[in-house]
């Protein structure tokens, strides 16, 4: 079966950076694109990245210019670089996949809790 698995998060100052991570197994993962999500506590999930299976990104507009999604595809996993991170950063990050042609994220991992202090 389909699993993502997130890594890296943590307790990091705000102005810091932090690299999360997401191993892919069960699935094509060349084939499929990747993206993270967020979700503040009392808010409703972010869309914050997408990698395509043909490496073209997209941001969400509150991270634009200090976050960076990357995939590896002989290992499987994505990544999300994350630099001058503020306060309201801070959220589970999720990363989610969707075959390649599809509209529908349709897997998703379990989250990792990214926390910025201020």
């Known amino acids: 079966q389909v699993q993502l698995v997130e890594s890296g998060g943590g307790l990091v100052p705000a102005g810091g950076s932090l690299r999360v991570s997401c191993a892919a197994s069960?699935?094509?993962?060349?084939?499929?694109?990747m993206g993270w999500f967020r979700r503040a506590p009392g808010k409703e999930r972010e869309f914050v990245a997408v990698?395509?299976?043909?490496?073209?990104?997209l941001y969400g507009d509150s991270v634009k210019g200090r976050f960076t999604i990357s995939r590896d595809n002989a290992k499987n996993t994505v990544y999300l670089q994350m630099n001058s991170l503020k306060p309201e950063d801070t959220a589970v990050y999720f990363c989610a996949a969707r075959r390649r042609g599809s509209g529908k994220f349709a897997y998703w991992g379990q989250g990792t809790q990214v926390t910025v202090s201020s």
């Open positions: 069960g699935l094509t993962f060349s084939t499929y694109d």
């Open positions: 990698i395509s299976w043909y490496d073209s990104t």
